[in-house]
């Protein structure tokens, strides 16, 4: 797979996840990756997956490519960051918030990508709503950037 030097976010929820189970009783990585195999992919294409309960899932490595994002070039220069859930229907959880907001702190160690870097599904051209009509992106931002300096 090719390397990959991250230098944005971009962020879904897995509405629609074929017909995986994701009902917080197993592994959510793996029925996303044979959700994802399922459509002629060679696997996840998210780094990193919020489960509702606040539980973190890996999917592939920081330095690896995406398969989450083909618009505006995203997979070649975003981590891809899924949240367990339709954000159609309900919003993140307190829990899936806190810890993305822990994981993101991480990201900005590690790769110094700021909070207005983070984008929804949709901002970078999907045609869909992802990550859901529910998930206010400029709020998200906003949350990163401020917890960036606590």
């Known amino acids: 797979m090719a390397s990959l030097r991250p230098t944005k976010v971009v962020i879904h929820t897995l509405g629609f996840v074929g017909s995986a189970d994701i009902d917080g009783d197993g592994d959510a990585v793996d029925d996303v990756d044979e959700w994802h195999k399922s459509n002629g992919w060679n696997g996840i294409g998210y780094h990193v997956l919020f489960r509702q309960n606040g539980e973190i899932e890996y999917g592939r ?53 700021e909070g207005d870097d983070i984008l929804g599904h949709r901002e970078a051209g999907a045609p869909k709503t992802c990550p859901g009509t529910l998930i206010d992106c400029d709020k998200v931002r906003s949350l990163a950037t401020r917890f960036l300096t606590l």
């Not at 919003?91 to 991480?106: A, D, I, R, Y």
């Open 61 to 113: 490595s920081e330095t690896t490519k995406g398969a989450h994002c083909k618009d505006m070039g995203m997979n070649s220069k975003a981590l891809g960051a899924a949240f367990e859930g339709h954000g159609d229907h309900e919003p993140w959880t307190v829990h899936q918030t806190q810890q993305f907001l822990n994981w993101f702190k991480g990201v900005n160690e590690r790769w110094g990508i």
